[in-house]
């Protein structure tokens, strides 16, 4: 999801461990078309993780939102755990503010995980 003013970007990705264990997902910001590092905590990489993290009743994941140029929240309702790695995210000549905010609920969010809602439920291309 890209900021305001298109000059950096949040990804949130899923991660799933297997059958006995939920789903966790790691907040990332970097520029604008680049890759997610694979190792890396403030410096355009990892921001924040959460894991058994719900939007609703019935919906895994979390929703991230802009709150400005500068500001991104992590939104979702309850997590079993949840950490803020780095409070701010240096980003070439930025610094973007990271906040996680428990408690907000997406009634609209579909039940599942959410990358099986992207892949699984999707419609079919022809």
Do not use: C, K
Not at 36 to 44: D, E, H, K, M
Not at 67 to 81: N, P, S
Not at 97 to 104: E, F, H, K, S, Y
């Amino acid at each position: 999801m890209r900021a305001p003013d298109a000059r950096a970007e949040a990804v949130l990705i899923e991660t799933n461990g297997g059958a006995t264990t939920s789903f966790g997902y790691l907040v990332f910001i970097v520029a604008p078309g680049a890759s997610v590092p694979r190792t890396g905590r403030g410096v355009g990489g990892e921001a924040a993780s959460l894991y058994g993290a719900v939007r609703s009743d019935s919906a895994y994941g979390a929703n991230l939102r802009w709150l400005g140029r500068d500001t991104l929240a992590v939104e979702y309702q309850r997590a079993d755990e949840d950490s803020l790695l780095v409070p701010a995210v240096h980003l070439a000549d930025r610094t973007i503010q990271v906040v996680l905010r428990a408690g907000v609920t997406d009634p609209t969010a579909p039940a599942g995980g959410m990358q099986y809602n992207r892949v699984e439920r999707a419609p079919l291309r022809r």
